[in-house]
Structures are given as C-alpha cells and as structure tokens.
C-alpha cells in the first residue's frame, strides 16, 4: 500500500474530513500538524503552490487537499493510488 502523509492544523474541518475519508478507507497514515509551525507551512507552500491545509501526499505526489481527495475517490481513482508500492514522501 502506498505512502500517506497528510499535512493538517488544529481545529480544521476539512482536515477532519480529509483524515475521516482516509481512516473510512483503512489506510494507515502519518499525520503532521503544522498548527504554529511556520517553517513547515512556507515549506508547504513552495511544495504545492497552496496554503492551505490539509495537503495530501500519496507516494511523494502532492495531491491536493480534502476536495481534491474526495474527487479522487468519487472518480474511483483514488483506490489505484493507494495501491501503488510504497515510496517515500517529502518531509520538511
């Protein structure tokens, strides 16, 4: 099964969801809370072009936050993801 990184802060209701749909799945994740972590947050950023939490990685790939996860899904690709061999993702 892949590798899962997901980038959240406290109190974030679409990270909630984003961590909800993953656990939904059975897939075993490592989660990172940049709640006052700046360097972490400038580091997502230059990464994703996004400033916004949750950010998602599958095997390395940024893909996106709890939206885009969740289209992921409905589209039935997100499953073909998870399956991939594990890889290594990034970390600040």
Request: net charge positive.
């Amino acid at each position: 099964m892949a590798t899962v990184t997901i980038y959240t802060r406290a109190l974030c209701g679409y990270c909630w969801r984003a961590t909800r749909l993953l656990r939904k799945k059975g897939v075993a994740f490592e989660e990172k809370d940049t709640t006052g972590d700046a360097a972490t947050r400038a580091w997502l950023a230059q990464v994703t072009g996004r400033t916004t939490v949750p950010q998602v990685f599958i095997n390395g790939r940024a893909i996106g936050g709890s939206d885009d996860l969740a289209a992921l899904d409905a589209r039935g690709e997100l499953d073909r993801l998870l399956a991939e061999p594990p890889q290594p993702n990034p970390t600040p």
